[in-house]
Every structure is written in structure tokens, then in C-alpha cells.
């Protein structure tokens, strides 16, 4: 599996829209890009995943380059309960999750 | 809709003792079950996943293994704890494209 590279940590502020980015300059032609978020000492939530084309849904929005090198995570409207830790990763559809990963972005929303 | 039951959720445990943290799984049959341990402030880093009953395999050497007696039942085991095994263990179940989290175990050796 590809490997990706995130920013530590990032702030934004209540209201706001978030930008995560993401690296996956290696990424195969079969290759998803998933995000997942992490609040504290909970298991990680799914969030959205994408092949080539841009993906939204209830909760972000997946922007993926033309390129597919990288991608940006969207949360259009960041609450305060969007602080967590953000986890991009990608994998081969139908495969399995033993990507590791890694240390994601720290996503600090404030009032 | 699958849902995962990990515990217990937070675990005190000597050092030399053994472990056993147990997984289920509901709502989902056959499914890919994978055990991960997370360090504070570190990613996930896979232990073990499991493609079926009694099918164990493992990412990294270490002082832990793991068992799968049923086809929702994962279990993460070791007989003689290290300090070094204190973490975030979470288990995770693979359904169609998308990976569920149990809420994990906080496990300290002491």
C-alpha cells in the first residue's frame, strides 16, 4: 500500500471550513484514498473514501487531484466536536486494512 | 447494520500476568478481523488480522498472539505481559470497502 504523508496538526476555527491535506505521491492506479478520524481514546470513524473523482458526503468532502497525489479532507462547517485526529490512508479495493496508520493530523477546532 | 464489541475498556494488569481482550462481531458474517495497538500520540500499527476461523496472521514479532475460535470472535491473548505492551488496542472488522473500529482497550502494565 501506498504511504502518505498529513501535517501534524492544524487549527480552525468554529464555523469555519477545515482543509486537511494529504500526500499519497506513490498511489497505484487501484489504490482508494480512505479518511478515517480518531477522537480521543475511541476507535477511528470512517469518514469517506475515493477513487479519482471528488466525493462528498453527510459528514466532508473528498477532493482528490487530477494527478492523484494527493487529496484535501473538507469539513465544510468544523464544530467543536470535529477535534480529533485525522488518518488518511490508502489501500486496494477489496483488500485489506493492514495499511498501518500513521500519525494523522491533530485537527484543533476553537470557539 | 455490523457492530463491534471490544472489552474490557480499560485494563490494569501487572507485569508477567496474562492478557485476554476479546472481540465480537455482529451483524456481519465471515468478516476480516483485525487487532491494532496504538502508543500515545503514535498511528495504529496492525498486529493481526484474521481472513476466517482459526486463520491468524501475524504483522510484527512480539509478545502477544491471537485466536479466532468463531467467525465473530476475535481474541488477542499473552501469557506473560511486558511493560511495554501497555496501549490502545482496538479491534476492526473489514466490511465490503470500509473498516469499523470497536471503541478500543486501554491497557497498562504496571
Known amino acids: 500500500d501506498a504511504k502518505t504523508t498529513q501535517p501534524t496538526s492544524m487549527d480552525c476555527a468554529e464555523g469555519r471550513a477545515a482543509n486537511l491535506p494529504c500526500n499519497h505521491s506513490?498511489?497505484?492506479?487501484?489504490?482508494?484514498v480512505y479518511w478515517y478520524r480518531q477522537i480521543h481514546s475511541q476507535g477511528p470513524q470512517y469518514i469517506i473514501h475515493?477513487?479519482?473523482n471528488n466525493e462528498t458526503n453527510e459528514m466532508a468532502s473528498l477532493i482528490i487531484t487530477e494527478d492523484r497525489k494527493s487529496s484535501t479532507l473538507i469539513l465544510p462547517h468544523a464544530t467543536l466536536r470535529d477535534t480529533a485526529v485525522y488518518y488518511c490512508?490508502?489501500?486496494?479495493?477489496?483488500?485489506?486494512?493492514?495499511?498501518?496508520f500513521g500519525a494523522g493530523t491533530r485537527l484543533f477546532v476553537k470557539a | 447494520s455490523q457492530t463491534i464489541h471490544q472489552w474490557p475498556a480499560t485494563l490494569v494488569q501487572p507485569v508477567g500476568s496474562p492478557l485476554s481482550l476479546e472481540c465480537t462481531v455482529e451483524?456481519?458474517?465471515?468478516?476480516?478481523l483485525y487487532w491494532y495497538r496504538q502508543a500515545a500520540g503514535r498511528g495504529l500499527q496492525l498486529l493481526f488480522y484474521?481472513?476466517?476461523?482459526?486463520?491468524i496472521s501475524s504483522e510484527v514479532p512480539q509478545n502477544l498472539s491471537a485466536s479466532r475460535p468463531q467467525d465473530r470472535q476475535f481474541i488477542l491473548s499473552s501469557k506473560k505481559l511486558l511493560l511495554s505492551d501497555s496501549g490502545f488496542y482496538l479491534c476492526?472488522?473489514?466490511?465490503?470497502?470500509?473498516?469499523?473500529f470497536g471503541q478500543g482497550t486501554r491497557l497498562t502494565v504496571v
Open positions: 490512508i490508502v489501500r486496494v479495493s477489496g483488500g485489506g486494512f493492514k495499511t498501518i
Open positions: 506513490t498511489i497505484s492506479g487501484n489504490e482508494y
Open positions: 475515493g477513487l479519482k
Open positions: 451483524g456481519t458474517s465471515n468478516p476480516n
Open positions: 484474521s481472513v476466517g476461523i482459526g486463520q
Open positions: 476492526a472488522c473489514r466490511m465490503n470497502t470500509e473498516a469499523f
